[in-house]
């Protein structure tokens, strides 16, 4: 395992923890563990039960769901978020290394204890997962009324072509 100082740095440079102190890092990290995935293994995969947020301190990992790919992710960024909202559904998509990869992985139900006492770090962390998690959800919208436009579009071309003689 990395020095202390290392592993806070890491951490605190991603988005996921904009805010936190020092002290609030260490809190987080206290209840973290840090996990190797060798290039071709997987972080997680489609179905297995969502208990933990992972950080990706250091690679890249493909997103897949029925063996499509969704999205490329890489230093700083974090997957599996949705499992610190819910308890005990399943990972909707795999992740998987595309190159060696560290990982720094934060299990739901520790995090939720330290909600529970009302820590912090672990709020600004969910107040800071609200803003990614909206922004995702902003762009997936304009991404739906682009695709609905341009099926319409077609459709009404098709329809325009259909009635030449």
């Known amino acids: 395992m990395d020095a202390p100082h290392t592993r806070r740095r890491r951490l605190g440079a991603s988005p996921l923890c904009r805010g936190l102190t020092e002290a609030e890092l260490d809190e987080i990290l206290a209840i973290a563990e840090d996990r190797q995935v060798a290039k071709g293994a997987h972080v997680?995969?489609?179905?297995?039960?969502?208990?933990?947020?992972?950080?990706?301190?250091?690679?890249?990992?493909q997103i897949?769901?029925?063996?499509?790919?969704?999205?490329?992710?890489?230093?700083?960024?974090?997957l599996g978020e949705l499992s610190l909202f819910g308890g005990g559904h399943r990972r909707s998509a795999s992740a998987r290394a595309e190159s060696e990869v560290l990982v720094v992985?934060?299990?739901?139900?520790?995090?939720?204890?330290?909600?529970?006492?009302?820590?912090?770090?672990?709020?600004?962390?969910?107040?800071?997962?609200?803003?990614?998690?909206?922004e995702r959800l902003v762009t997936l919208n304009e991404k739906l009324v682009a695709a609905t436009k341009s099926t319409r579009a077609d459709a009404q071309r098709a329809q325009l072509q259909s009635w030449k003689l």
């Open 64 to 78: 897949t769901k029925d063996e499509h790919a969704l999205a490329a992710l890489g230093t700083g960024e974090v």
């Open 105 to 134: 992985r934060i299990p739901s139900r520790t995090f939720r204890k330290l909600l529970e006492v009302w820590n912090v770090g672990a709020m600004k962390i969910v107040c800071n997962l609200s803003e990614q998690l909206t």
């Open 44 to 61: 997680f995969k489609q179905g297995d039960l969502a208990d933990a947020l992972f950080f990706i301190a250091q690679g890249r990992v």
